[in-house]
């Protein structure tokens, strides 16, 4: 079975080559996804409630490749705030925006429960879902009725689903950048058999939250997801974290 997402290849770098990427068709969305929640203290949807224009890094950037950077203090601290907007959630539901390597658009629904569950998944006629129950990461597709499994420990992913993070020293940050409008933090991981890949992570210079990530994959494509509609309070049915391998086998199953 093949793959893609924001989320492979949005989250999966290594697989971006072996994704393709859904062409759905166009889907009004002016509401955060309810269907699969239980419910919310609160009606706690943050940042734009219209499907956002993801913002594509120029494919001429180099970033520095050093694991031994200096950052300035000022770079520091916009890197600590990141670090404390990712532990403070405990979930976050919302709808996506994702531009894949060769420009292509596709949309849909996303659910996290951390530590470690996440949920994805394209809008019709794209059959492509992505689960992790907090050790496994399938990709999905239901319409082959096949899934990929992959630990969720060697994906970029972890580190959006950690309970707490500190991005400069959990991972290796490469870039911290900022603006009027955005902070930015890049991170790199080599791995040995598969090669080197990056992670950056965009957040709202005036209120914090998260806008949109892009991820690099080893190959130096890269692939955007943009999120909206962001509700963290919701109340997330455990259903939508579970693995189902007898619907849906796995190679090793």
Known sequence: MTAGLLIPPVILPALAQAVPIPHPAPKARD??????LLGSVEPAVTGTTQPPDPIIPD?????PANMFATFSADQKAAAARVSAYLSSLHTLAGNFVQVGPDGSRSTGEFYIQKPGKVRFEYDPPSPI???SDGTSLVVRDTKLATQDIYPLSQTPL???????IDLMKDTNVVSVT?????IS??????????????LML??????GKLKQWTVTDPQGYDTTVAIYNLNTTA???????????????TPNN
């Open 178 to 182: 900022s603006d009027n409008l955005y």
């Open 158 to 164: 972890r580190y959006l689903l950690s309970d707490r």
């Open 59 to 63: 494919r001429r950037r180099n970033v």
């Open 31 to 36: 509401s955060a996804p309810t269907a699969k």
């Open 235 to 249: 109340k997330l049915d455990p259903a939508l974290f579970k693995i189902d391998y007898t619907r849906y086998p």
């Open 129 to 131: 879902a992505m689960i």
């Open 185 to 198: 933090v890049t991170i790199e991981e080599k791995q040995a058999l598969v090669g080197t890949s990056r």
């Open 202 to 207: 965009m957040v709202g210079a005036k209120d």
